[in-house]
């Protein structure tokens, strides 16, 4: 059959191109390239009266006008033929923009309809910043760093709130002398960007309206990360006498070069994106502001007559309003645990099986982010760990879930978040885990028909669990289909052979489940029923590629 390449990956000369290969310069690195980024529009800084008059509407609280205004100069210009330059206000404004459009009392506790505006207008201007000028040149590597608790005023200095351990004062004009975009800023207020991941995620599973404003910024966040390391990636291949690597500029590598890169941290990072609202992962990844999930009473819900704005009768309206008093907020709705939306037995529902991730939406964003990290370490191993490494830790989080969740990480189309390079490789991690020890090891991580049929195919689980059965035979068709897609199968009588053995070998040694010491935890019908289907589907694929084969065949190709 013709071979179907992948356009993200580079196929270095050396190298079959009949497999899902990685650099021959490492057994587990996956060879990428990017493509060439969109055009952006170049940035000016804002003139200085506008750039002022942005800092007063913030500093007075007045966001709705200061976001309009800021938008309405982003945009200018958009239409001109060349785009003429974006004006863009400093890192402090973009950072309080970020904080606007999720914090608490402009969202799940807004006292107004115009408080609710400001988190929608913060989140539109945002968004309009990463599709006009792009990550790079809006610097938001500047803006979006988390940093320790400081304050800031342009009429004094600015200070660290450590005690006797105070910086030394730093003038800057540019600082902006408003709560939120200091001791009340989520770049202040998390620990770091995985404490949000992790939070985040764990609302998912425990505070939905939470989660339902978190998943607007966390996706926002990962467009951001994405978007910037493949600019700089791409700026790195066009660039390759420099002696800087663009890359090391990326914010994924200042995330995770923040702390340092201890088998401890890396581990705490992937427990953030596998953050499951358990005790244990709450108490880890907590809330971000202090009462954070406590909603506005019912009664007292957006409901309120508002205040006309007045400014020359000094009458702010609800521009003014402080903090929500304790009187006026209760707990948000006592969560669901998150033992309970497990599927329902049997069902393949996506809503079910997805639920213990915290639902479809959130487990994309995790496998995203899991793409992230592996490409920054194929990349960029000595700025965090090496990629045999990462996929270990990653092996740590999916061999132990429940078939069902197990099936939906290692399934085809969760794997196309991945590079197909990267995919093979975390399924092949997976299976050498899970395999009998008479299957032999590859020769490389290249995945080629062959290294199917020698090494994977025909074997079993080296246990007689049916759930790691099941799993085996996941993995193998996941693997199957990857070749098919990217490479392409060639039917044989040796693979019908493998095939056939394999299904057999593995419903075999499933059958002692169950009896005696044999028993694995959670075996089944509901797991034989995941593992017999995959066996259907295995055994439909090559007889698809047997039928294609021969039509083509017979029409002289």
């Not at 996956?30 to 804002?46: C, E, G, N, Q």
């Not at 200085?48 to 800092?55: A, K, R, S, V």
């Not at 791409?234 to 002696?243: A, K, P, T, Y």
Request: proline share 6%.
């Amino acid at each position: 059959m013709s071979s179907q390449k992948d356009p993200r990956l580079s196929e270095p000369s050396a190298r079959s191109s009949d497999s899902l290969g990685t650099d021959s310069s490492s057994s587990t690195r996956p060879s990428i390239h990017y493509d060439a980024p969109p055009a952006f529009r170049t940035v000016k800084l804002l003139p200085y009266e506008l750039c002022e008059q942005c800092i007063i509407y913030f500093e007075e609280g007045l966001y709705v006008p200061a976001l309009n205004l800021l938008i309405s100069l982003l945009t200018i210009g958009t239409t001109s033929t060349p785009p003429r330059p974006a004006f863009l206000p400093p890192a402090q404004q973009l950072a309080l923009a970020a904080t606007l459009s999720i914090h608490p009392s402009l969202t799940t506790r807004a006292q107004s309809e115009n408080a609710l505006q400001v988190s929608i207008l913060a989140t539109r201007y945002l968004r309009l910043v990463l599709h006009l000028v792009g990550p790079v040149n809006g610097k938001l590597q500047d803006a979006f760093a988390f940093s320790t608790v400081e304050t800031f005023s342009r009429r004094g200095a600015r200070r660290r709130i450590t005690g006797d351990n105070a910086s030394t004062p730093k003038h800057d004009m540019n600082a902006l002398d408003s709560k939120l975009a200091n001791t009340g800023s989520v770049w202040v207020n998390a620990q770091d960007f995985w404490h949000v991941v992790g939070w985040a995620f764990n609302c998912s599973l425990l505070h939905q309206r939470r989660w339902e404003r978190w998943s607007l910024w966390l996706q926002y966040m990962i467009d951001v990360l994405d978007q910037d390391w493949t600019l700089r990636a791409h700026m790195q291949e066009q660039d390759l006498d420099s002696g800087e690597d663009a890359r090391q500029g990326s914010i994924i590598v200042q995330y995770l070069s923040k702390n340092d890169t201890t088998a401890r941290q890396e581990r705490r990072i992937v427990r953030a994106i596998f953050a499951d609202g358990s005790q244990k992962s709450t108490a880890e990844f907590p809330e971000v502001w202090r009462n954070e999930t406590k909603e506005r009473k019912k009664e007292n819900d957006v409901k309120k007559v508002e205040t006309k704005l007045d400014i020359d009768a000094d009458n702010w309206g609800d521009y003014m309003n402080g903090a929500s008093s304790s009187s006026d907020l209760e707990d948000s709705p006592p969560p669901q645990s998150p033992s309970k939306p497990t599927p329902k037995s049997g069902s393949t529902d996506i809503s079910d099986i997805t639920a213990p991730f915290g639902g479809s939406e959130s487990l994309i964003l995790r496998l995203r982010l899991l793409s992230l990290l592996s490409g920054v370490c194929a990349l960029l191993p000595r700025t965090f760990i090496s990629l045999p490494t990462l996929y270990d830790v990653f092996l740590e989080h999916i061999r132990p879930l429940p078939l069902p969740q197990f099936f939906f990480i290692v399934s085809p189309s969760s794997m196309q978040h991945f590079h197909s390079a990267a995919a093979s490789c975390i399924l092949q991690v997976i299976l050498r885990s899970l395999l009998a020890s008479a299957a032999p090891l590859p020769r490389c991580d290249d995945v080629t028909q062959e290294t199917l049929e020698r090494c994977y195919l025909p074997y079993p689980a080296n246990t007689g669990s049916i759930s790691d059965n099941a799993k085996v035979s996941l993995c193998v068709e996941t693997l199957l289909r990857l070749l098919q897609k990217h490479i392409g199968l060639e039917w044989s009588e040796t693979l019908q052979d493998k095939v056939e053995k394999g299904i057999e070998a593995r419903e075999q040694k499933a059958k002692k489940a169950g009896k005696g010491k044999g028993k694995g935890k959670g075996d089944g019908e509901e797991e034989r029923v995941w593992l017999r289907g995959s066996a259907g589907r295995i055994s439909g694929l090559v007889e698809l590629v047997k039928n294609q084969q021969e039509a083509m065949e017979e029409r002289g190709f």
